[in-house]
């Protein structure tokens, strides 16, 4: 018989994209360190990378 964990036992982390706490499921259990984002949907919302701000020069 397997041993169950209650949903409130399992770890949770912050999805970078909406800010909603998300639970572990056992998909993720070989890369739940590198699990981001707690959806399909919130990784392709995702911000795109910034890049580079240029400084602006002296004003005038």
């Given at each position: 018989m397997?041993k169950t964990v209650?949903k409130?036992?399992?770890?949770?982390?912050i999805c970078?994209?909406?800010?909603?706490p998300?639970?572990w499921?056992?998909?993720w259990?070989?890369?739940w360190?590198?699990v981001?984002?707690c959806?399909?949907r919130?990784?392709s919302?995702?911000?795109p990378?910034?890049?580079?701000?240029a400084?602006?020069?002296?004003?005038?």
């Amino acid at each position: 018989m397997a041993k169950t964990v209650r949903k409130g036992d399992l770890p949770t982390k912050i999805c970078a994209a909406c800010g909603r706490p998300f639970a572990w499921r056992r998909k993720w259990q070989r890369d739940w360190e590198a699990v981001r984002y707690c959806s399909d949907r919130c990784r392709s919302a995702r911000p795109p990378r910034s890049a580079p701000v240029a400084e602006d020069g002296p004003a005038g």
